[in-house]
């Protein structure tokens, strides 16, 4: 239902930074959770940050916590996530995703979650 677009991966060397863009539209964007998943090669699609609807409460996976930040402007009804510290095992494809309901504030499995963006490549060299 909600159309999700990600935008500004790239090429980075290990201690660097990124900062990701997914521009939503097609429901009321503020109203809900929205999250940011990886799939690094090999692995399991991995949840990497979540934010409510509000941008007030914010989740994060623990190999990312202290470097990654979630945040969003409802107003442009697009999230973020700034990468700081970047490690070679952050090398992955990022998505951008929104829960199937507005109250599920939190969840991690992307199964709680009903649309999906095509991905961003981020890759960290070593």
């Known amino acids: 239902q909600v159309q999700l677009v990600e935008s500004g991966g790239g090429l980075v060397q290990a201690g660097g930074s990124l900062r990701l863009s997914c521009a939503a539209s097609?429901?009321?964007?503020?109203?809900?959770?929205m999250g940011w998943f990886r799939k690094a090669p090999a692995k399991e699609r991995e949840f990497v940050a979540g934010?409510?609807?509000?941008?007030?409460?914010?989740y994060y996976a623990d190999s990312v916590k202290g470097r990654f930040t979630i945040s969003r402007a409802n107003a442009k009804n697009t999230i973020y996530l700034q990468m700081n510290s970047l490690k070679s095992e952050d090398t992955a494809v990022y998505y951008c995703?929104?829960?199937?309901?507005?109250?599920?504030?939190?969840?991690?499995?992307?199964?709680?979650?009903?649309?999906w963006g095509q991905g961003t490549q981020v890759t960290v060299s070593s």
């Open positions: 097609g429901r009321t964007f503020s109203s809900y959770y």
């Open positions: 934010i409510n609807g509000s941008g007030g409460a914010k």
């Open positions: 995703a929104a829960a199937r309901f507005s109250y599920y504030n939190g969840r991690t499995d992307e199964t709680d979650f009903a649309s």
